[in-house]
């Protein structure tokens, strides 16, 4: 069946160049989560959305990363000005729905990730 | 802040061993917890939810266990093979409104079956 799905899966920037990253949540999924992983850590949260409502962005890093979720099903990161120490790999989720109580719907399900890297 | 600790980092053992990953936060004041796998240059896969009125889930070879109060819990594998080395992760959901969305995820544990 169909999953999460990220693209790019890999993108080289230079330092000082926007990118944009995208993520396809499972369809109906309403709550959708951005996750940054470095090399050999454990995912860090960035940012969620409910719907096309951005409910939480307090784990964005600086004002040059943004998301969006204009329609409530495709999301796009996008992180201007590429420093080095963003080099990471960006980790998308998606669930069914926050507000119910049931394991199932509260599972997150994530996708393969684009791995950033900085030069 | 809430803050999720795995132990051990890397643990390598021979195939057909049972094993234990530790897992422990420092807020037990949580809505669920979850157990994830990683394969390298791969995304995360869900193994197990637990809710915070439980105390243990089941899936074949695996069992998790959750002791809230004392903010603990592990991950036991029966009869490992090969193809369960892989990274587990272990994560958080806090039950603030505020934080609440989001997972907190541990550092990892890396694990090797070896043949």
């Known amino acids: 069946g169909a999953g999460v799905s990220q693209s790019p899966r890999y993108k080289v920037a230079k330092r000082g160049q926007d990118v944009a990253l995208r993520c396809d949540p499972i369809?109906?999924?309403?709550?959708l989560f951005w996750y940054q992983q470095a090399l050999g850590q454990g995912p860090e949260f960035l940012t969620y959305?409910?719907?096309?409502?951005?409910?939480?962005k307090s784990g964005l890093p600086s004002d040059r990363f943004f998301a969006e979720r204009p329609e409530g099903s495709v999301s796009t990161l996008k992180i201007q000005r590429t420093q080095q120490e963003d080099s990471a790999v960006y980790l998308c989720a998606s669930s069914l729905n926050r507000a119910s109580a049931t394991q199932f719907t509260d599972t997150q399900y994530f996708g393969p990730g684009t791995r950033l890297t900085v030069l | 802040k809430q803050e999720v600790t795995q132990i051990p980092a890397a643990l390598s053992v021979p195939e057909g061993e049972n094993l234990v990953l530790n897992c422990s936060f420092t807020d037990s004041a949580i809505y669920n917890l979850q157990w994830f796998r990683q394969d390298p240059g791969k995304g995360l896969t869900s193994l197990l939810l637990i809710q915070s009125s439980q105390r243990e889930q089941t899936s074949g070879r695996l069992n998790a266990s959750l002791d809230k109060s004392s903010g603990r819990s592990t991950l036991y594998i029966a009869a490992s093979q090969p193809g369960d080395s892989a990274t587990y992760l272990c994560a958080v959901k806090g039950s603030g409104e505020t934080s609440g969305s989001r997972l907190t995820f541990g550092e990892g544990t890396q694990l090797t079956v070896n043949p």
């Open positions: 369809s109906g999924h309403v709550s």
């Open positions: 959305f409910q719907n096309e409502a951005q409910l939480d």
